[in-house]
């Protein structure tokens, strides 16, 4: 069955500074890939997402994520975070034998900036 | 202009009562889903519902029956509620791609259900 950790359950960054948030999966083909963050008020909404191709996906918000099928990682990250970037971030892994009709959501990454 | 809305927004409600909540979609998509989260934020998929036809049934209790009446809704209502059911629930959607797979799934704003 597929799975997906998300290592830290709770990050807090400086304004400004560069941002990592990780993602391991577990899946026996080749995964289609997800970051979601849920922000209070504004539900849940896609960052971005990897099918195929370029293994460096771009997303909304300067957001990026990297897929390293070695290390099955699929690691977000920002250059520079802004405070409006505070929430919940989930990776997710979409069963392909389904295509992403099952979604599978690690257990999510609070992320809080300070000044 | 709302893409995927889910009524009501919050429910309050007492031990053993059936309710439902309403989900609708105007971008669409063929593919709804029901999603439960829990107190510590954890995402699980309840079912999802391609053309009306159930498609995902996630070992929920048969106290919840989902229902759609046509491929823009998705309604989930819920017998003899349980203190356990209090979470939030939401509603997505999505759309079949060619190659037989799905494409993103555009979320609901949530129910936040609390049973006393």
């Known amino acids: 069955a597929q799975s997906v950790t998300q290592p830290d359950i709770h990050i807090t960054v400086s304004e400004g500074a560069s941002l990592e948030l990780r993602c391991n999966y577990s899946y026996g083909a080749t995964p289609y890939l997800f970051w979601y963050v849920q922000s209070p008020g504004q539900g849940i909404q896609l960052l971005l997402k990897y099918f195929s191709g370029d293994t460096l996906v771009q997303g909304i918000k300067g957001f990026e994520a990297e897929f390293k099928r070695s290390q099955s990682s699929f690691n977000l990250r920002k250059p520079s975070v802004h405070w409006s970037d505070a929430a919940e971030y989930f990776c997710?892994?979409?069963?392909?034998?389904?295509?992403?009709?099952?979604?599978?959501f690690g257990t999510g990454t609070r992320l809080t900036i300070i000044p | 202009d709302t893409a995927v809305s889910q009524t009501p927004k919050y429910l309050v409600t007492q031990m053993g009562n059936d309710k439902s909540i309403k989900c609708e979609q105007n971008l669409g998509h063929d593919t709804m889903y029901w999603y439960k989260q829990d107190s510590k934020k954890f995402l699980k998929i309840m079912f999802s519902?391609?053309?009306?036809?159930?498609?995902i049934n996630e070992t929920v209790p048969n106290r919840f029956s989902p229902k759609s009446p046509d491929k823009a809704h998705l309604n989930l209502h819920i017998n003899s509620l349980e203190l356990g059911d209090s979470a939030v629930y939401f509603c997505a959607s999505s759309q079949v791609r060619g190659s037989g797979s799905t494409d993103t799934q555009y979320f609901g704003p949530g129910t936040r259900l609390t049973v006393l």
């Open positions: 519902y391609n053309n009306k036809e159930l498609i």
């Open positions: 997710a892994v979409g069963d392909t034998n389904f295509g992403n009709e099952k979604l599978t």
